[in-house]
């Protein structure tokens, strides 16, 4: 059996259409919430204005835009803000090339830059030669260097003037020896006489150099000169069996 509703009539405005005054009750759509936005804005890339942002300048004195010419004259170079100086590095390479007249005026101006590069040379020939020893030879630069700074101070005493870092830098360069040896020894075979004694003649050169240049700049430790030369003779003595061996 069907259930029956009652249904209220429907009445319509005479004239059957709706009204003027109806059609303008009707909610118009809105525009979504919008910031009003300042036509004399202070800040350069807020505006609209391409000629005011364009003629502002920046942090460096020059403008900024498409327009702006930057002027790189007065900086300085990059290697000598990274504290890299060739010519310094070649004329304390050139010094350790001759032992017996060193100069130790150059050196006193330590850097390990020389060092490092030198320390890269002699591990490329180790590469080249089949022998990867990256890890090994930095460690013994840094024990050898921290060996020496120990043995000079202890015997200057209170005198001693060398730091970690002054030695560290000579270490580093009288490793040049030692480099040339295992550029050579790519050439000369394996074990044989010609090789050993060539090893012996750069450690001694490599010996002469650095012992000469930390008497030279520690200043009146010519007493000491027999032990300092002893302890750079076993360095360079290890790092001619890494190269030899």
């Keep these: 059996m069907a259930k029956e509703f009652a249904i209220p009539p429907v009445q319509f405005p005479s004239g059957g259409s709706p009204t003027a005054g109806n059609v303008h009750q009707r909610r118009v759509a809105t525009a979504p919430f919008q910031s009003p936005r300042s036509t004399s804005s202070s800040i350069p890339y807020m505006s609209f204005d391409i000629g005011a942002a364009t003629t502002s300048s920046g942090i460096y004195g020059g403008p900024i835009g498409p327009y702006a010419t930057a002027s790189f004259e007065d900086e300085e170079p990059l290697l000598d803000e990274l504290g890299i100086h060739l010519d310094q590095i070649w004329k304390k390479t050139k010094a350790i090339l001759n032992p017996l007249r060193a ?99 750069f450690v001694l050169w490599a010996t002469k150099a650095c012992t000469g240049l930390m008497v030279a700049l520690a200043d009146g430790e010519e007493d000491h000169r027999g032990l300092i030369g002893y302890a750079c003779l076993l360095i360079y003595t290890l790092f001619s069996l890494v190269v030899i061996f």
Excluded: E
């Design 103 to 201: 100069n130790p005026v150059i050196h006193r101006d330590s850097d390990l830059s020389g060092p490092i590069i030198l320390y890269l040379s002699l591990c490329l020939f180790q590469l080249l030669a089949g022998k990867i020893q990256f890890g090994v030879i930095l460690g013994w630069i840094v024990v050898s260097s921290i060996f020496l700074y120990i043995v000079f101070n202890m015997l200057a005493g209170r005198n001693g003037r060398l730091n970690l870092h002054t030695c560290t830098s000579i270490v580093g360069y009288c490793l040049l020896p030692l480099v040339i040896l295992s550029a050579a020894s790519l050439f000369l075979p394996p074990g044989s006489t010609g090789r050993l004694g060539a090893a012996g003649i």
